[in-house]
């Protein structure tokens, strides 16, 4: 029986070669603890071909299979690894690999036996310190009065897939981001006194528009899988040895 409403989505990643059953019953007690599955879906093995397992609701080429395990790893809230005995196989070391470079969080279900793995991986904890670490990751933003760009960019992920936008594209991000920019350009234009229509907290229009902003761009950082803090010194970096000239008004 679910323990309650869906908020917490996953992937599982695995050798179906070799523990196809231990992936699937891992499945159902993430469904049966609140959790929603996203991929692989529950079902029984159709055929073998070449050492690839398609499932009963597998449809396409491999190549078509595994992207689509890939987009539910994207979508998910973190990657869970099957791995008896801490061996972790190429293709799973892969999405291992892809997951890392989206910001999303990985569990396994013992100590990876590879060490460089092992520092990536949180293994071996219960299903409800999961739970318990994802809901923390969500809501830190709330309860530390300073956070990194790094923290504000995997918070932005978060809840970018938590209110339903994970199917976003980057232009669609940027069209957002610009039509933000416009509604920035009327809060300043009223804080400046240039127009304004009505009584109210200019300086919050302002504040609260350079946050929408601010979103959108940690959203496109997030699309192109940019680190936009190791981008922000990269480019400092660069201009710290520019000459700069303003090129204002003199008068």
């Not at 159902?28 to 050492?51: A, D, H, M, N, T």
């Not at 470079?101 to 904890?125: Q, R």
């Not at 009223?190 to 200019?202: M, P, Q, V, Y």
Request: aromatic share 8%.
């Amino acid at each position: 029986m679910n323990e309650g409403k869906v908020e917490i989505s996953a992937t599982i990643s695995g050798s179906f070669n070799k523990h196809l059953d231990t992936i699937q019953k891992k499945a159902l007690q993430f469904r049966q603890k609140g959790i929603e599955v996203l991929s692989p879906k529950l079902s029984g093995p159709v055929s073998l071909s070449g050492g690839f397992i398609r499932l009963a609701d597998d449809e396409g080429t491999p190549a078509e299979i595994e992207s689509r395990h890939l987009a539910a790893i994207l979508r998910s809230d973190f990657l869970y690894v099957i791995n008896p005995g801490g061996y972790i196989g190429r293709s799973v070391a892969f999405e291992i690999g892809y997951a890392l470079s989206k910001n999303i969080p990985i569990y396994s279900l013992e100590i990876p036996e590879d060490v460089v793995l092992s520092f990536f991986i949180n293994p071996a904890k219960r299903i409800e310190t999961i739970k318990r670490e994802i809901s923390t990751r969500r809501h830190r933003i709330f309860t530390r009065k300073h956070l990194t760009v790094k923290e504000l960019q995997d918070y932005t992920h978060d809840m970018t897939k938590l209110r339903g936008f994970e199917n976003e594209t980057i232009g669609d991000a940027l069209l957002l981001l610009v039509e933000e920019v416009g509604e920035l350009a009327k809060a300043t234009r009223n804080l400046l006194g240039l127009k304004s229509s009505r009584k109210r907290d200019l300086n919050k229009d302002v504040r609260e528009e350079l946050a929408d902003c601010l979103i959108y761009l940690l959203d496109i950082a997030n699309l192109a899988s940019v680190d936009l803090e190791k981008a922000f010194r990269e480019k400092e970096k660069h201009n710290s040895r520019r000459k700069w000239r303003y090129k204002g008004s003199s008068t």
